[in-house]
Each structure stands twice: as C-alpha cells, then as structure tokens.
C-alpha cells in the first residue's frame, strides 16, 4: 500500500501525495537549488542542436557537395570516382555548381520539450544523441512568465537548502 500524505488548503478542500511523490518533489527542488543557474534568472533547460542552414556562397562560410548533383567533375575526381572512392567535400577545380553553401546554426530542439534541470536535460543527450547532431543543454529565461516561476519557486520550497532558494527571490 502506497503511504498518503493529506494536505488540507484554507478553503477546507484536501488533496493528498503518495510518499514517492514527495520524495521526488525534494529531489527535484534539491536539483533545482544546487544547479548552475547559467546567469538566467528561473532558469529551464533546453536542447539545441547544430543545423545546415543553406544560403548564398556570399555570406556561408562551409560548403559541401550537392548531393543531387549528376554533371561533370573535374578530371582529378572523376579518378577518384572511377577508383571507385568518395569526392572529398571542397576542391578547387571542380565547378561552383558541384556544391552548396550553408552555415552551421544552432537551433532548439521542439519535440522534447524543456527541462527544469541541466541535469536530466543532458540525460535525454546522452540517451538519444544519434537523433541529434552536436546537440548540447542551453538555459533559457522565464521572463514575465509567472506561471512557471511560480512553479519553480515551488519546487524549489520542496528542496532542503533554504539559502539556496535565494536565487528565486
Ligand atoms: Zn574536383
């Protein structure tokens, strides 16, 4: 049998948390109060990847091979490629339309959602990196979003360092 915990609110109205609920609670706020805040006042944690951002040669500073490309390269890769082996990614001989340009842009990773430790955030990387490419954790703010610093300065309470819940206030 789970150990329930009531709590009763000031309207009379209860509720009550199974003791692993709590636990996890503490845990959670404990995390909370001891982790790097990152300079970001009520801090979550996000994923973000690097991706290809393709644009003109004037303003990307990598280039790559088109991969749909099917005309002619120049005569010291066509050797290559009747040796049977791979192009290297640039070569100076070879026309301008054998490649693409792009630039590599971090971007936030939508469908895992945000985090409310570095930690677990970093857990997910180590877990599901191969979805990713060089994915690393970001903190972000929760500026004038008073619903979630509510929660976090909630879950915070849950924690056991008092002096740490300062960086909430
Ligand atoms: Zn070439």
Not at 4 to 14: E, M
């Amino acid at each position: 049998m789970p150990n329930f915990k009531h709590v009763i609110l000031d309207d009379g109205s209860s509720f009550q948390f199974e003791s692993n609920d709590l636990q996890f609670l503490r845990d959670l706020g404990n995390k909370i109060n001891a982790q790097d805040p990152r300079g970001t006042q009520f801090p979550m944690f996000v994923i973000k990847q690097k991706v290809k951002v393709y644009g003109d040669s004037s303003y990307c500073s990598e280039k790559e091979r088109r991969e749909d490309y099917d005309g002619e390269v120049c005569e010291k890769c066509q050797r290559i490629l009747d040796e049977g082996g791979y192009l290297p990614e640039d070569c100076n001989d070879c026309d301008d339309e054998c490649f693409v340009y792009f630039n590599w842009e971090d971007q936030i990773v939508e469908n895992c959602g945000s985090f409310f430790t570095a930690e677990a955030a970093q857990q997910h990387i180590d877990q599901n990196y191969y979805h990713y490419t060089k994915p690393f954790t970001y903190a972000i703010g929760s500026w004038r979003n008073y619903e979630l610093q509510n929660v976090l300065e909630i879950l915070s309470k849950f924690g056991t360092g008092l002096e740490a819940i300062s960086q909430y206030k």
